[in-house]
């Protein structure tokens, strides 16, 4: 199945974290959207490898996406290697997605970094006929993406554009929450961590609140790209920034 978005993220949740409001309003125009993570989240603090994966795919349903892979790279240790990048490559060809999605190129978790980097090599290797792969016993065809562009965790950026999520935004919590090992339940027993304070869900609120008075809407999320954006003039045109 060839996928118009791939959405590559170091750990189960971080892909509904980051954006999950712009992948339901994808999937909701019939967009053929994917999230491959790299890693199962073992050494997380709650809950286990195997809830996480159960998560995962109650999310997935939630925000209607067509494919879900988890690469099974070893958690806290998702730094650049010549296997893992092979492997990535390898997922690039196979989906030929127009469009990438990956973290931000600094954060502060280490796994995002290195995921980052990862992805970005990838995607420009993914076009070299010289680099063989294969998939199934088949030698996979070289293809590249149209775009890169990195999605918002822990650190900030200046956005190169923001999207409007006003009407998927609960749809992006509802899937935030099928991971209920790792955010706030008054009923858990388990240590409390950074994202399973209250206040990180209420954090994640008010960014999007935030992104959104930006556009002029109620709630965004935040990209950001090396590259150029082209613009039609039927895009520059029909900006709209006020409510």
Known sequence: ?????????????????????????????????????????????????????????????????????????????????????????????KYQPKILFAPYFNDRHPDHIGTSQLVKEAMFFSGLPKIVTKENGKIQIPYRPNKLFYYMQTFEFEPTFIIDITET?????????????????PESKEPETFISNPRFTNFIEARAKYFGFKIGKDYGEAFYTEEKIELSINDLINQNNTK
């Open 169 to 185: 935004f609960q749809t992006k919590m509802k899937a935030i929450f099928a991971y209920d090992s790792q955010f706030h339940n």
């Open 1 to 93: 199945m060839n996928l118009d978005v791939l959405i590559f993220a170091a750990h189960p949740d971080d892909g509904e974290l980051s954006m999950g409001g712009t992948i339901a309003k994808l999937t909701s125009q019939n967009y053929k959207v994917g999230i491959i993570d790299l890693s199962k989240g073992e050494l997380g603090t709650r809950g286990s490898s195997a809830k996480r994966m159960k998560e995962a795919k109650k999310a997935s349903e939630i925000l209607k996406i067509q494919v879900r892979e988890n690469l099974g790279f070893k958690d806290g240790s998702l730094k650049f290697n010549n296997n893992y990048l092979m492997t990535v490559i390898t997922k690039i060809r």
